[in-house]
């Protein structure tokens, strides 16, 4: 953010991408820690699974922050990656990976407060890491907040970039 302030307070021309979860960090892990693999038999759930996330295909981040360079609608504004059909909660993600590989996972949910608890006595980089995925998975902090003036969505912007659906991200790992 002080960043972001220095740039504006400068009157530095810019946009701002925001990309929201890398598909290739978040997806074939069905979104667990410390692993970038697809669970075999069992998967964590944060909270109750309904929380909306945002998930991109990097290769679809790079199209829009091309477009958006030369772009006036974009000056000075942050374009949000928002496609409709890659906002889903973590549940939805678990039930099309289930349905892609015919396997059915043992769901384990993990309450907030528990699931903060279990960054105590670890080092910085594990407690930067619970703190991202609680700001993603329990408080949605993707998508709780409406697009202001300052910023403009995408897949509206640019309705002729075809965004990859999770689902066919998903069948590079069967």
Not at 47 to 52: E, I, L, P, R
């Amino acid at each position: 953010m002080e960043i972001r302030r220095a740039i504006e307070e400068a009157s530095i021309p810019h946009t701002y991408v925001s990309a929201n979860c890398f598909a290739a960090f978040f997806v074939p892990n069905l979104s667990q820690m410390r692993t970038l693999l697809p669970p075999k038999e069992k998967v964590h759930v944060y909270g109750d699974g309904n929380v909306k996330v945002i998930f991109m295909d990097e290769d679809d981040v790079a199209t829009y922050t091309i477009k958006s360079i030369d772009d006036p609608r974009a000056l000075n504004k942050t374009i949000y990656l928002r496609p409709p059909e890659n906002i889903l909660s973590q549940n939805e993600l678990i039930a099309k990976w289930e349905k892609l590989s015919g396997e059915v996972l043992e769901r384990i949910p993990i309450p907030s407060d528990e699931f903060l608890a279990s960054m105590e006595g670890t080092d910085i980089t594990n407690q930067m890491a619970v703190g991202h995925f609680h700001h993603i998975f329990y408080e949605g902090c993707s998508t709780n907040f409406d697009i202001g003036e300052d910023g403009e969505e995408a897949s509206l912007l640019y309705p002729e970039v075809r965004c990859t659906r999770m689902e066919d991200y998903m069948k590079r790992y069967l």
